[in-house]
């Protein structure tokens, strides 16, 4: 094939792309805009794009319908998954006194099972999807399969299947996120833990090519996979964002200052969105006497806490991808929220470049050591706030003023954070390009 420098690289890829979440049956935008845009970016290039995927909760297209022209989608059945959405859409039906209700329950229960299953509940598809890949290779011609995750189980599929079609397939393992480098999704027994790292090992020894959404993921699968030839499969496509950047403009006249969150946040303790910290250092800044409004655009799922004691608060539906970037600009900062520091080190989520087209100020409310953070600091694109201590934190935020951040006017160093620079990396490895 053309990434080992065998065919012809003057013939458009036939493209195949695994992912368990796609349209309209995610959540947020945040969990398939990586993929949708890829395959956007791919077809756009002349490439043959199919998405293998499976259903559950309708969602609706979150607003990136237009980018799907074009592009051959097939929906597996996926009973567990379709079920698990469909509890969360009722959760947030029901009243907020028995949603918490619910919602623990479901978190409980959830932990449970997915200690059980390694490496992800996923793996009661892979199957599946091995034989519906297999299916389509063989009927489209795909030369070319991506599979981008998590949930990593996907990767095995991927495995799989470069292990039966062999050179005639190019494999794409993209990692969003790390496997078992990151205390989210690896196990924590040793036993588990040693059969999750052989299953990765099996995925990466078959991959002809590694894309990574940071630099900090491909360090830990070179440190836990050393004997592994991965230096050279390895190539950094961060997320970026989607079309060209937003004019500048101010934010919003209003007396308060205005935080805006767009995505899901939570109050699991032992989660990585958990909003609890955050909402009680604001507090403590509002006695100090600064005025705040946070303001969440998404799915906000509470069990222990009570909104009411916390008025500063307010709580909107998710924004479609046409309005969001208005509704951004309202705001004076735009937050990230990510407060687990074991599995920090690597995060930069797609928030953080769509952030950066709006071209309004970032407020990194994490550990320090937290990716996004670092990008933060080095380009003086916002503040970053130490969810780790949260007084240290509030009295930031009692001294936080809405002010111009000059980086986020220069045109050139925001369109460098721009989704075709970096898919374009990619392109040019399939190509056959040095």
Known sequence: MRLNGSSDFSVPRNVLIICQYF????????????VVHLARYLKDQGYEVNILTSDGADFGD????ELLTGLDVTYLRDPLKRSIQNSLMRIGHHPAGSASVWLSRLRVVKRV???????DLGLFMVSKYYRAAAALIESKGIDTLIVSTPPHSMQLVGGLLKRKFDDRLDLVADYRDSWNGSKIFSPKGVVTSMISRRLERFSLKRADLITFASQPMFAKLNRLFPDLPLESKGLLMMNGYAGEPWPVRGASESADLRIGHFGMANDDEK????????????????????????CFYGSLRLSRIDLRDFPFVEVHASV??????????????????????????????????DYIKARRPILCFSP???EAARLVKRWQVGEWLDSQAPERASQ???????????????????????????YRKLYERLRGAA
Request: glycine letters at 10%.
């Open 23 to 34: 349209v309209p049956y995610a959540a947020s935008v945040g969990g398939v805009a990586r």
């Open 62 to 65: 979150l607003g990136l319908g």
């Open 113 to 119: 099972v997915t200690s059980l299953v390694i490496p």
């Open 271 to 294: 989660g990585y969105r958990n909003v609890e910290p955050l909402l009680r250092a604001i507090a403590g800044a509002i006695e100090a006497g600064i005025t705040i409004r946070l």
């Open 320 to 353: 479609g991808h046409a309005e969001v970037f208005t509704v951004m600009q309202e705001m004076h900062y735009l937050l990230i929220l990510h407060t687990d520091p074991a599995s920090s080190d690597e995060v930069i989520t797609g928030k953080f470049f």
């Open 368 to 370: 320090e050591n937290t």
């Open 396 to 422: 930031a935020l009692s001294t936080l003023r809405p002010r111009c951040y000059p980086a986020l006017l220069d045109d050139e160093l925001v369109a460098s954070f721009g989704r075709n620079g970096q």
